[in-house]
Structures are given as C-alpha cells and as structure tokens.
C-alpha cells in the first residue's frame, strides 16, 4: 500500500472517528445538557494540553528531518569522496588508475543498485559493500609513488578515501528509525488525549464544529505521518536518493 494513501485514509479515519463520537454523544446526552456550560478549567487544560503537544510535535518533526537531511549528507559526502578519488588518480600510471577507477565504480554501481534495496528492505548495508570499498582502500594505500608528483597525490588520496570511509560508516548508522518507540507510545497517546478534549468542551452537531474538530484531528493524523515518514531516511516515501552517486557516476551499472 502507498504511503500516501495510507496518509489518506488515517486523515479520512480521524475525522470519521470525531464526527460519529460526536454524533453519538449528542443522540445520548441528556434533554438539560448546556453546551456552553463548559468550566473554564476544563477550557483552560484544552488550551495547554493543545499549545504542550504542539510544541512536541514541532520538535519530533524537526529532529526526524534534521535527521533526513544529515543521512542526504553522508550519501552527498560519500559520493565526492568517491568522485575525489576516480579524479585525483589520473596522476598514477596507467594501469593503477584505470584499476583503481574500476574498484571505485564497481563498488558505487552496487551501492547504487544493490545496497540501496537492503537499506530500504532490511534498514543495514551490506558486508559486500564494505569487501568492494576496501578493496579500493587496498588500490590506493598498496600503491608506492615513483616521483614527488605521484607522492604529492598520495596523501589526498588517503583523505577522501577516509572520507568516504567515514561518510559509509554514517549512512549505516543512520538507516534504522531514529525516533524510540516511548516517543513514538507518547506521541500517539497525546494525540488520543488532545483529540479527546475536545469532547470535554461539548462540542455540538453544527456543521461548524464537525468540520473544525475533524480538521483538527486530521492535521493531528498529518503530522503523526509525516514524522513517521521521515523516521526512516531511506526505505518510505520522501527518501533520501542515490541522486549524488548517479549524478558524479553517471555510467555506472549493477
């Protein structure tokens, strides 16, 4: 099922859920029930239990995304890192840079079309990753200049390799959930409670106040998706690409 509509029809649930307990509470509520003999108390911890679990819903969603965008990060850095070393090669012979360019797009063309399935399927990367990368590591560190140009190369060359090295190391950490599952169990409790304050304010059958309230608890729906959406960088909807490693390895291939 696509995420989207699983957004779609969590929106669609919320609001049916408000709409018919509303219903239901106005067929049984007693003849001499007054709406608007609501306690100010019960008005006062509505307004602060919304104001509180927005503040939190603001942070969940800025940590998820700031999460997204460091795992787009890693991958960007990793991919320069890779293009760094395909180029700064040149300077060696012949049959060590073309060997060594070999290795470094063997190994992004199965990052690219391999290890991104494992990431998106299993949230890990995979030991044949790390085999192709260190293979790279072998080319370049096994290698001994033969002249002070060589040797000037050769140091950089270790920089972008650790470079990569680390980037890798980063975008491993980072394809599992970064929200913990007691943030997620507080997250959908205090949505249940704000949406069930409203009930407490006796909210009637006009027309007005169903459309508000199922609005309300849709756009709750909304941002309980979006974070959820954004928890995992690279297996759901608004996923962090390979975009860099095909845009720097355009002829790549699996």
């Known amino acids: 099922m696509s995420d989207w509509l699983v957004l779609v029809l969590a929106m669609l649930g919320a609001c049916a859920v408000v709409v018919i307990i509303t219903l239901v509470r106005h067929r049984t509520a007693s003849e001499d029930e007054d709406p608007s003999e609501t306690p100010d108390v019960i008005e006062y911890m509505t307004m602060w239990i919304g104001v509180i679990y927005a503040i939190v819903l603001g942070l969940a969603i800025a940590g998820v995304w700031e999460a997204r965008n460091a795992a787009q990060d890693y991958v960007q ?62 080319d370049v560190t096994d290698y001994r200049p033969k002249n002070d140009f060589e040797a000037q190369a050769y140091q950089p060359l270790l920089d972008q390799l650790a470079a990569a ?26 949505g249940l409670v704000t949406i069930g304050m409203v009930f407490a304010l006796q909210i009637r059958r006009t027309g007005r106040e169903l459309v508000l309230a199922g609005l309300f608890s849709a756009t709750i ?34």
């Open 221 to 254: 729906a909304f941002m309980l998706f979006l974070i959820w959406d954004f928890d995992a960088p690279y297996s759901r909807g608004i996923a962090v690409t390979a975009e860099p490693f095909l845009s720097l390895f355009p002829g790549v291939t699996g």
């Open 77 to 138: 850095s990793e991919a320069q890192a890779l293009h760094e070393i395909s180029e700064r090669v040149r300077v060696y012979p012949p049959d060590v840079r073309d060997r060594v360019r070999e290795d470094v797009n063997a190994y992004v063309g199965y990052v690219v079309h391999t290890e991104w399935r494992s990431m998106a399927d299993k949230e890990e990367v995979t030991a044949r990753g790390t085999e192709l990368l260190q293979k790279v590591r072998e």
């Open 165 to 190: 090295d680390q980037a890798r190391n980063s975008r491993a950490d980072s394809t599992g959930a970064t929200m913990p599952s007691v943030v997620w169990w507080g997250l959908i409790t205090g």
